[in-house]
Nanobody
Framework: QVQLVESGGGLVQAGGSLRLSCAAS????????MGWFRQAPGKEREFVAA????????DYVDSVKGRFTISRDNAKNSAYLQMNSLKPEDTAVYYC???????????????????WGQGTQVTVSS
């Protein structure tokens, strides 16, 4: 198993930036593909970004392309989501997740993730 803990959320004005971190413990972090999802009040959970466990392949939902960057540091057992040019519609609880996957596979479906963090709130004011 792997335990995930998100941090870095908060309140920011539109146009600002935040960097979310996801610290993993347990089994070898480098064995997992990682992803970030978000859920706004009254809405379903939404895929945001994902990174493979090898080759650093990434994918993003269209609404964040060019603004968000997912990365990972296997030596620190951590994944990150750098969020720039934030918009009020980015307001949500953000979750990181871990999936067992092949080396270059990017996982974008939440049902394929086995482990989830508790979430961190991101609020963007207009």
């Amino acid at each position: 198993q792997v335990q995930l803990v998100e941090s870095g959320g908060g309140l920011v004005q539109a146009g600002g930036s935040l960097r979310l971190s996801c610290a993993a413990s347990g089994r070898t972090f480098s064995s997992y593909a990682m992803g970030w999802f978000r859920q706004a009040p009254g809405k379903e959970r939404e895929f945001v970004a994902a990174i493979s466990r090898g080759f650093s392949r990434t994918d993003y939902v269209d609404s964040v392309k060019g603004r968000f960057t997912i990365s990972r540091d296997n030596a620190k057992n951590s994944a990150y989501l750098q969020m720039n040019s934030l918009k009020p519609e980015d307001t949500a609880v953000y979750y990181c997740a871990a999936a067992i996957a092949g080396g270059g596979v990017v996982v974008i479906t939440d049902k394929n993730y086995s482990y989830w963090g508790q979430g961190t709130q991101v609020t963007v004011s207009s």
